[in-house]
Structures are given as structure tokens and as C-alpha cells.
């Protein structure tokens, strides 16, 4: 089983939807979560952190569910510029430099 | 803004050549990583380096090597390139003053094709 599992879509959407997707953890340890959005063709960047009483950054929501261990990103109002990959970010606390990411849910957002 | 350099966005070689992909940041991070990244596998973490002259294998180090003579600067050594190291390569640089809700922060990237 993978450390952390993403569905890999891709979520084809409608301009002005809302979408969701989950990420899966295994190690029940893992204390920092984040969402990075990764362009076709250019690095990841960080879209947000995960915390434990969840954040919201604009029409981005992201949650934290510790029991069921998931993480969970939340586009409302989606528009065509939001057509990225997601990774799922996952840090055990053991090691402060084993970070894990997951392999990206592909998001399309059409017109 | 931190910034993270690599030396080549886009790089071709032949097997059994001796490939360096060089990273620098600037921003005075500790820790330093390369990491390959796959259709369908994800970001795969090769090595990190946590301080000067100072690294840890990652998942997946054969075929690769690293080295951290400076602060700022963590190169990546294939020492024979082969077919099944075309990937794209990317560094990132963290800090861990701020504990572990830093993030980190990627370089652009090289896409290596070993013909």
C-alpha cells in the first residue's frame, strides 16, 4: 500500500463547479499536510497547509480527517486557470526531512 | 522570495555519460533534495541533504550520487546515465527553523532524456 494514495482522475468539470477530491495517509503519526499545485510542465508549488481545524483560502477549502486518515481539497466556484495537478503532501513527524507526496489528481476545467 | 535555480531546463545525453544536475538556492535553507518525478509514480525522492558535506539516500538512490560542498548549491551525479534515468529532475530547498509546517520550494526543473 502506498504511504499516501491520490486518485489520479482526471476530474473533467464544468467552468463554475465544485469539486472535491480526498488524499489517503497510512502512517497514523503524520503531523504536516499540505496541497501543492503542480502546472503542466513546471514544479510543484504550494496551494496550501492542512490543518487540523481545516483552512479555507478563497474558493479553496482543505480538511483534515485524522480518524479516517484523509485529507481533503475543496474548489468552489472553479475556473478555467484552476486546470492543474493536485499533490497531496504528507510529513511524518519522525523525520523532519521525510516528506511524501502523493502521485496527483489531474483536474480539467472546461468552458 | 526564496528562489531555487537549476543549471539546465532541458538536457540530452547518452548512456554511459556522466550527467550533473546542479541546484541553488538562495534563501540560506538546510536542507536541500533531488527528487525524479514519473508519469504515474509521482515525486520520488533520490537524496537529501540536511547540512554541508551531509546527505541521506532517499528512496530510490542507484545510478545517482550527490554532493553539498556549499550551503546554497546540492548537485545531482549520474555516473553512467542510462535509458531508464529519462525523467525530470527536481530540486527543492527547505528551511527548519519554522518547524515542520515549512514548506518546500521546487526548482523549475531539468528534463533529462538519456538516448
Known amino acids: 500500500r502506498k504511504e499516501v494514495e491520490q486518485d489520479p482522475g482526471p476530474f473533467n468539470v464544468p467552468e463554475g463547479a465544485t469539486v472535491a477530491f480526498n488524499c489517503t495517509y497510512s502512517?497514523?503519526?503524520?503531523?504536516?499536510f499540505f496541497w501543492y499545485r503542480q502546472d503542466c510542465r513546471k514544479e510543484p508549488k504550494l496551494l496550501m497547509s492542512?490543518?487540523?481545524s481545516g483552512n479555507e483560502d478563497g474558493r479553496f477549502t482543505a480538511q483534515l480527517n485524522r480518524a479516517s486518515q484523509y485529507i481533503s481539497l475543496l474548489i468552489r466556484d472553479s475556473k478555467l486557470s484552476d486546470s492543474a495537478t493536485y499533490l497531496c503532501?504528507?510529513?511524518?513527524?519522525?523525520?523532519?526531512?521525510?516528506?511524501?507526496f502523493g502521485s496527483g489528481t489531474r483536474l480539467s476545467i472546461r468552458p | 522570495d526564496v528562489k531555487v535555480t537549476q543549471s539546465s531546463r532541458y538536457l540530452v545525453k547518452r548512456t554511459g555519460e556522466k550527467v550533473f544536475l546542479e541546484c541553488v538556492q538562495d534563501?540560506?535553507?538546510?536542507?536541500m533534495f533531488w527528487y525524479r518525478q514519473d508519469p504515474g509514480l509521482g515525486l520520488r525522492l533520490i537524496y537529501f541533504?540536511?547540512?554541508?558535506?551531509?546527505?541521506e539516500k532517499g528512496d530510490i538512490p542507484e545510478g545517482y550520487s550527490v554532493s553539498r560542498e556549499k550551503k546554497e548549491r546540492f548537485s545531482l551525479i549520474l555516473e553512467s546515465a542510462s535509458t531508464n534515468q529519462t525523467s525530470m529532475y527536481l530540486c527543492?530547498?527547505?528551511?527548519?527553523?519554522?518547524?515542520?509546517?515549512?514548506?518546500?520550494?521546487f526548482g523549475p526543473g531539468t528534463r533529462l532524456l538519456v538516448l
Open positions: 534563501m540560506d535553507h538546510e536542507n
Open positions: 503532501v504528507v510529513s511524518p513527524y519522525s523525520s523532519a526531512s521525510k516528506i511524501i
Open positions: 541533504s540536511y547540512d554541508v558535506k551531509m546527505k
Open positions: 492542512v490543518y487540523s
Open positions: 527543492a530547498s527547505r528551511t527548519t527553523s519554522g518547524g515542520l509546517q515549512e514548506t518546500q520550494y
Open positions: 502512517n497514523s503519526a503524520s503531523q504536516s
